[in-house]
Nanobody
Framework: QVQLVESGGGLVQPGGSLRLSCAAS????????MAWYRQAPGKQRELVAA???????DYADSVKGRFTISRDNAKNTVYLQMNSLKPEDTAAYYC?????????????WGQGTQVTVSS
């Protein structure tokens, strides 16, 4: 199996910054696309940003210019730098990885980390 562990969430004032991290572990052969999703109360989970193994990125329109996704392939870790945070960014943020392991290829989720933007 592949385990994903997120960290870096918390409470921040509007206009502030946070950096989320997600480390993958297990009997991993290869990690393809890694991504961050978020889910606010009463809303569907939505894609925030994604990055391929080659470094190509994609962002939701609502975070373009404010959030930056990056990854360290040697550490099997993906990051989300979030700047100019807004109250509407408040949500549980989940890491997702498309990975191949000794169990085969599959999609894996972390447990989530809460981000709250409030004054």
């Amino acid at each position: 199996q592949v385990q994903l562990v997120e960290s870096g969430g918390g409470l921040v004032q509007p206009g502030g910054s946070l950096r989320l991290s997600c480390a993958a572990s297990g009997r991993i052969f290869r990690i393809n696309t890694m991504a961050w999703y978020r889910q606010a109360p009463g809303k569907q989970r939505e894609l925030v940003a994604a990055i391929t193994s080659g470094g190509s990125t994609d962002y939701a329109d609502s975070v373009k210019g404010r959030f930056t996704i990056s990854r360290d392939n040697a550490k099997n870790t993906v990051y989300l730098q979030m700047n100019s945070l807004k109250p509407e960014d408040t949500a549980a943020y989940y890491c997702n990885a498309d990975a191949s392991s000794s169990y085969g290829r599959g999609g894996y989720w972390g447990q989530g980390t809460q981000v709250t933007v409030s004054s």
